[in-house]
């Protein structure tokens, strides 16, 4: 392999912060993440029926729920750095993120400087591919983008936190 960003004595540095363990038969999982970080990538998924998505997720292939905002999304983590987020389907919600018709989304994590400047440039390349940067519920700004591909692409840029409020939150959540 040959990594032309960085150079070779570096190019595995960050080895060191994955989750996944070394292989082998006695290889022993690590525990469900509950630690709380800015998220540099992870799936949307969007569903009709969120409690059953959420027994399925959590019963069936090992992820916690993180976070709720009930009716409208589930945050699943499994390991460090395996987030999905699960949010409310349907026609008539409203919200033109929830009545798509795509069975989910990829979502990068940007800056609030770079957002709009992604999103200007791909409306530049595909007019009509892109929606303007909105701020969400969940403390972030968001973008959507579709792919030639078909992929819809969210830019998200996370928003400062107020850091007492979120204390406050995490203590009264035994975190």
């Known amino acids: 392999m040959d990594n032309h960003d960085q150079p070779k004595a570096t190019a595995y ?8 363990p070394e292989p082998g038969k006695g290889a022993e999982p690590p525990e469900p993440y ?11 998924l969007y569903s009709e029926d969120l409690d059953e998505s959420e027994v399925f997720w959590t019963q069936g292939l090992g992820f916690i ?14 390991w ?27 979502s990068v994590a940007v800056t609030e400087k770079q957002i709009s400047k992604i999103v200007d440039a791909c409306e530049r390349l595909r007019p ?10 969940w403390n972030s700004l968001e973008a959507r983008i579709h792919t030639p591909e078909g992929l819809i692409l969210i830019l998200t840029a996370a928003l400062a ?5 979120a204390q406050v939150y995490l203590n009264s959540h035994g975190q």
Do not use: W
């Not at 509950?34 to 949307?44: E, K, Q, S, T, V």
């Not at 009509?128 to 519920?137: D, F, N, Y």
């Not at 936190?161 to 409020?165: A, E, F, M």
């Open 13 to 20: 540095a960050g080895a060191g912060i994955s989750p996944v």
């Open 34 to 44: 509950r630690g709380i970080y800015l998220m540099p990538m992870f799936m949307c």
């Open 65 to 78: 729920n993180l976070y709720t905002m009930p009716g409208m999304m589930i945050h699943l983590r499994r």
């Open 80 to 106: 460090a750095f395996q987030d999905v987020l699960i949010r409310k389907s349907g026609s008539n919600t409203g919200d033109p993120d929830t009545d798509m018709e795509s069975i989910g989304s990829l």
């Open 128 to 137: 009509g591919s892109t929606s303007a940067p909105l701020r969400k519920p």
């Open 161 to 165: 936190v107020d850091k007492q409020k």
